[in-house]
Every structure is written in C-alpha cells, then in structure tokens.
C-alpha cells in the first residue's frame, strides 16, 4: 500500500486493514473523499461509476473518525434500499471494522431477535438498516431511540439516486429530521451513485432544505470504460387463437429471439433484465428449454420481488459460484449487490429510464480492464393490415435508441428526480407514525415537527388540519378533552401492524406454497384459476387450491407453462427522451449499435414519418373526422395536455407520444388549440378531471379534494402544458 496524504489522515487500524487487503493504493475518488470528510464539516455526495470505490471512500474516512473517538451509542447509520445490498456491505464493513474493534451491527426484517437486542443494549459503531427498519425502531424501540442514536455523526445513503423522487425517498428524508430530533448534533450526511447525472443541486436541496450545511460533490473520473453494445430487433408473431388445457399457454415470442440469447448469454455468467416480471418468467422457461434440448444442465435462474427470500438468496449464491449461470431479472438486481463479475448485461425491450438503462449496464465490465457489455432486445409487433399509424413508428425501438444517445453523450445526461411536493399519502403516514411514537401529542407540536422541522415544508397549516379531520372521521384518530390528538384503537391497529412500516403500497398478495415450501408471491386482483398452469421461480406449476382465508395458493409441479400475470406498469418517460425520439425517426443518421433486424425496423420507421410528414408537422389527419396531434413531450405534460383537450370540450385518447381526437379532424383542431389555455388554466380542475385518484398508499384516507391538490401539484405540469402549447406553430399542415 503506497502512503499519500489522504492516507495518513487514516487511524493506524484503518491504515492496517488495507496493507492486510493488499491494497495497492487509494483510488483518486478516495483520496478526494478522505480528505473532505476528515477536513470539513460538509456534507458529501459521491458520484462514480459502479465498482469504482464509493463505499469505501465514504467509509474509511467514517470510520477513522469513530474509531478516534468511538462513544456509546451508534454514530454511522448506512441506509440501504435493498436487504440484500445491506448484507453486501455489511461483509465489506465487517473486514475493515474488526481489526478497529468498531461493531457493526444489520437491521431488518431478516435479522435475528439477539442481534437487533445486542444493538438496543450495548449500542456503538456503525448500523446497517433500511428506511423501513428506521420506521420500526421509531415505533416499537421509542424509549430507547435518544440513547441507541445520541452520538450519531454520519448517515450514508447508498444508491441515493433510487430514492431520491419517490414516497420512499421522501419518506426517509422525514424520518432523519425525525432523528435529528433525538440526537445531541446535527449529523452530516453522505450520498452514493452511480447515475447523478446533471442533477447535484435537486440533491443538494434534497439533504439540506434550510441550506444550513455546505453540501459537496464529489465526482469519479470522467475516463469512460469501453463499451460493447448492440441492439437487436426482432417482430412478435401475431397471438395464438386456440389453447388446450395445460399446453403452452404463453403469448409466443418473437421469432429468434431465444435463439440469439442462448447463443450470446449460455455458458457465461450474465445477468438479463425485463421490465416485467411476467417476461422474467417466460424468457427464463425458454431458455431453460433450450439448455434440455440441448442436453446441458439448466443455467438460466430468475430473481424478482415475488419470488421469496429463499428464492432470491439461493440465485444470489449461485451467481456468485464459479459455475456459468445466467440471471433473469426484474430491477431488484439493477442496484449494487454483489453477485461476482458478469460478462455482459441483456435488457428485453427499453428501461423507462436512461438513469435505469446506465445503471443496468454498470453491473458488467467490473474489472479494471474489463469493458461494459450489454445487449438490448427489442420485440416490436408484426405489421399487419390494421395496424395504425403509431404502430408503424416502431416506438420501443425509438425509444431504445433515443435512451442509448442519451446515455451515449458526454457528460452523460440521465434524468433528474423530480421531488413531490405534495406527497400528502406519506405526510399522513408519518402523522400517524409520530402520534405511536409519542404517544399523542397537541397538533401544533405534530405541526413543528413533520412540517415547520421537518421534510414537509411545503404543507400548510389548513392542509394538515384536513388530514387530521379525515382521520378523525375514519376513526383513526381522536382529540382528548385536553387537546392532545391520539390514535384511536383503529389506529392503534394500523400502526402495529408490520405493513404499516412502508410508506409505499406494496400490493396486496398471495403466497405460492410447494409442500410447504414457498415459492414466491401473486398478486391477488389477478390470480390464477384451480388447475391452471403458471410460471414461477423458473418452474411450472399447477394450481391445486386456492385457501383465501390464509391467503395461499398451493401448487403442484406441472408442464403447463401460462406466465403470471403482475400488475405494475411502467415509469414516467422524460420529455427529453421522446423529443430525442423524434430527432431520431426525423433524421438520417446511421446508428452503428443497431444490428440488421433493428435497422430494419428504423427504416420502416423512417419511411413511414417520411410519408406521414410527421418529421415537419405535429398533425397528421387520419380522415376527416380523425387526426393525430404528435407531441413528443414527457409523461406528465403529455397527461396535462390530454386533460386540457378534454376540458375544452374535445375528446381524446393519449398514445404516448401522441394524442388521439376520434371526432375532430386537423383544421378544427388547429383552430380550437388555442381555447385550451385561453384563460388562466386551473390545475386544481384538471385534476378533478382523472377518473382515479388514488395512486399512494394511504391515498384512502384523504378526501378527493386533497387528492386533487396532490395530483394538481405532483402528477400535473401545467406550466409544461402552457410553454409546450405557446411552442407549437398552429399554421402547420
């Protein structure tokens, strides 16, 4: 281990450990980060590449720092979004700890009772733990939490990017100012990613709201791996009419596709993700398929969130054995655990997300020589007589492409979080959360605490007062004579409940048992029948009773092979993403990344804005009563947009990158674009106007009227809306 400066601020311990490791030096990213954690008081983020050092440069200046003045409480809190990513590091953390004598202790739901007891009583060193095991200890270990967390001085937030915009996000960011409140300092903070993009400040305001501690970013070296990519194409053929009971019950694939995956992914040690857990299933079955046909011991395994733990775990260790295996998963592997270096990276169809797409491709080319691999399969329907107009766009296709540009540019560009400001599912959770943990309180001090202190700045007094009047009216809540708000016995139930420690919904689902043994879960609004057949963990099953008051499906093994079906759509797309689409089917440009079958398919589609003229105007006229109105804009201004048509009167269908009008051709529409913002739009109207409200947990609860705020503010871009409609040239053919 070669001495620098940054490696002498270590303590001896520290320094010890990594001459034990073999370390040869520090990276340059740990150097920096030593050196601003050890001498500053500020916060940090950190953004690198995947297996560049990130945690270790947190950590080792962390640890240094306990271990010169270690004291009887925890004072490193890591936050992990993942059970499994928390065991990662915790072996990690182990090796460079106990030379130090620093313990380091896990929290969650699969860690024992002991060792969550030897925590509570001889608190100290660095704690491991989830945003939903923090919720837990702050419900059912209150009394003990000033003492367990007195002393704390840093919290690290791995994977920061994955929570950051989203309930869970705002959910931990409430229950650290919760924390802050029961500790003698204020703690510093730090941030690990590997896809920060250009969005440091939405960070920065996301840490440190009040902007009372300087928040620094630390980047890794913009030196790029090499990347090996390709995309290839391949066409659906139309569905099967007829099914026999128990025969392949599947919609069929496209034509080669499994032929090319087995040839590039067999015998190597990959992972391959889908969008759909569905797809996870199905894809695995036919290779697995492939490997029997072929005589060779099946490699191909599954890891999604329905699957049970013991599932997953087994296909964890497996990938980290010698022996070639290959991965089909949902995004539960994107994030960083370890499972060994893989050769490359498959992705079925377009992630919603250029952030997801560059995350997915960091888990390969992990060696310092090695580069990044990623194959992405794109399956496109065949065209066919009636197919529309969008049909012929090969829109996956564009999209893949659109986030590959994007990715592909330096900087990098992913998309920036977008931070709700009016999360009022999560705010009633954590009133319901702080009223269990101190036992009732008056609404003012509630008030103080989530809002004036805490990470709902932007709610009102009125808006809380109406949550708490919708609680009450549940019966969730109620006032003592002496004005303090407590949990009514209903509450009380909710509250104690294991479920109530997420503040995202996660489904209500069926446990898939095998003589006892689970399999995994299904979601209850789409379970199969008694007798039929189904995919799961890779395998076929047969349904052979329902228990609905256990809430059990019992399964035998079985030859039918009907994939399950999982609720869940997909993201929000950025505007940016689809206006780069548009850039796309516009132009020329060969893209050398597109195998023949892909290139294909952008030529169809090439052809086909050529002929519809789409590459010069925004309207296409289907007949004379029928028109297209391609916006190319994001999710959210593009559901605006839709509301706004509506509310002017004029009927319409959102196509993604389009909208759709069955009875106003191009000439009226043209004319009539300018009534939908002719007076000031009212966002609070618009949103009134969405046939579900209910899209967050605890959504239930509240009234439809702060739901429509909620919406207006958080699922809503008005402003877009209006500086997207002022845009377009309304003299356009």
């Not at 011991?297 to 969130?305: D, I, L, S």
């Not at 379970?527 to 395998?539: I, S, W």
């Not at 440009?589 to 195998?595: A, I, N, S, V, W």
């Not at 023949?596 to 590459?615: F, M, N, P, V, Y």
């Amino acid at each position: 281990m070669s001495s620098s400066q940054a490696f002498n601020l270590l303590a001896p311990p520290i320094q010890k450990i990594l001459w034990d490791m073999r370390w040869r030096s520090l990276r340059p990213i740990q150097e920096t980060a030593i050196n601003a954690i050890l001498r500053s008081e500020a916060d940090i983020v950190i953004s690198a590449n995947t297996a560049s050092g990130k945690t270790e440069a947190g950590f080792l200046p962390i640890l240094s720092r306990i271990f010169d003045s270690q004291k009887p409480s925890v004072q490193a809190v890591y936050v992990g979004p993942l059970k499994a990513l928390i065991n990662d590091q915790f072996r990690r953390l182990e090796s460079l700890c106990e030379f130090a004598k620093i313990p380091v202790y896990r929290w969650h739901g699969d860690v024992d009772a002991g060792r969550k007891k030897r925590l509570i009583q001889h608190p100290g060193g660095v704690l491991l733990i989830t945003p939903e095991s923090i919720e837990s200890l702050m419900l059912n270990r209150t009394s003990r939490i000033a003492t367990v967390f007195r002393h704390l001085e840093f919290v690290v937030i791995d994977e920061i990017h994955s929570l950051v915009g989203i309930e869970r996000g705002t959910h931990l960011r409430s229950l650290l100012f919760r924390l802050r409140q029961q500790t003698e300092r204020d703690f510093r903070m730090v941030g690990l990613s590997a896809t920060l993009g250009n969005a440091f400040p939405t960070y920065q305001a996301w840490l440190r709201p009040d902007g009372n501690r300087e928040v620094k970013l630390i980047e890794g070296s913009s030196e790029s791996k090499r990347v090996l990519y390709k995309i290839h194409g391949f066409v659906n053929p139309p569905p099967k009419q007829h099914h026999d009971e128990g025969d392949d019950q599947s919609m069929p694939l496209p034509v080669g596709i499994v032929d090319a995956m087995f040839c590039h992914f067999a015998g190597k040690k990959n992972l391959i993700f889908a969008n759909s857990k569905s797809d996870v299933e199905q894809y695995a079955d036919a290779l697995n398929a492939h490997c029997r046909a072929d005589s060779r011991p099946e490699e191909f395994m599954v890891h999604h969130g329905s699957l049970s733990k013991e599932s997953r775990e087994f296909t964890e260790r497996e990938m980290l054995g010698r022996r070639p295996k290959t991965t089909i998963c949902s995004s539960t592997l994107e994030l960083g655990i370890d499972i060994g270096n893989v050769s490359a990276v498959g992705q079925v169809d377009p992630p919603w997300s250029v952030g997801s797409l560059v995350q997915r491709i960091g888990r390969s080319g992990r060696g310092e020589d090695e580069p990044q691999c990623m194959r992405l399969y794109i399956t496109e329907n065949q065209i066919t007589a009636k197919s529309t107009l969008l049909d012929k766009l090969h829109l996956n296709l564009l999209r893949a492409a659109a986030a590959t540009e994007l990715m592909l540019e330096r900087p990098q560009w992913v998309e920036p979080p977008s931070i709700p400001k009016l999360d009022l599912s999560t705010f009633t959770h954590q009133i319901l959360s702080t009223l269990a943990q101190f036992g009732g309180a008056q609404a003012s001090r509630i008030f103080e605490s989530l809002s004036t202190n805490g990470a709902f700045r932007s709610f009102s007094a009125k808006q809380f007062a109406q949550i708490l009047r919708c609680l009450a009216a549940k019966e969730l809540i109620e006032q003592m004579p002496q004005g303090d708000v407590i949990l009514a016995p209903k509450g009380e139930q909710m509250v104690r409940h294991y479920s109530f420690y997420s503040a995202f919904a996660s489904g209500s689902d069926y446990s898939v048992l095998h003589h006892s043994v689970p399999i995994g879960m299904l979601p209850a609004d789409s379970l199969p029948k008694v007798n039929d057949h189904f995919l799961l963990g890779a395998r076929r099953w047969q349904v052979m009773n329902i228990d609905d008051a256990r809430r059990e499906v019992i399964v035998k093994r079985a030859s039918g092979k009907k994939p399950p079906k999982f609720i869940g759509g997909g993201g929000e797309i950025h505007e940016r993403v689809r206006q780069k689409m548009r850039e796309i089917v516009s132009g020329n440009q060969q893209l050398g990344y597109l195998d023949d079958g892909s290139s294909q398919l952008l030529s169809e589609a090439r052809a086909t804005a050529k002929l519809s003229r789409i590459h010069k105007t925004n309207f296409v006229e289907l007949s004379p009563s029928r028109s297209l109105w391609f916006t190319w804009t994001g999710t959210r201004i593009q559901r605006t947009l839709c509301l706004l048509a509506e509310n002017a009167g004029i009927a319409c269908i959102d196509r993604d990158v389009a909208l759709e009008f069955e009875s106003t051709g191009v000439s009226e529409l043209i004319k009539r674009l300018p009534a939908l913002i002719a007076s000031p739009v009212d966002a609070l109207a618009l949103a009134r106007r969405l046939p579900s409200k209910q899209f967050r947990k605890l959504d239930e609860l509240l009234s439809e009227e702060l739901l429509c705020e909620s919406l207006a503010t958080d699922f809503l871009d008005v402003q877009g809306a209006v500086r997207y409609i002022n845009s377009v040239n309304p003299a356009q053919p």
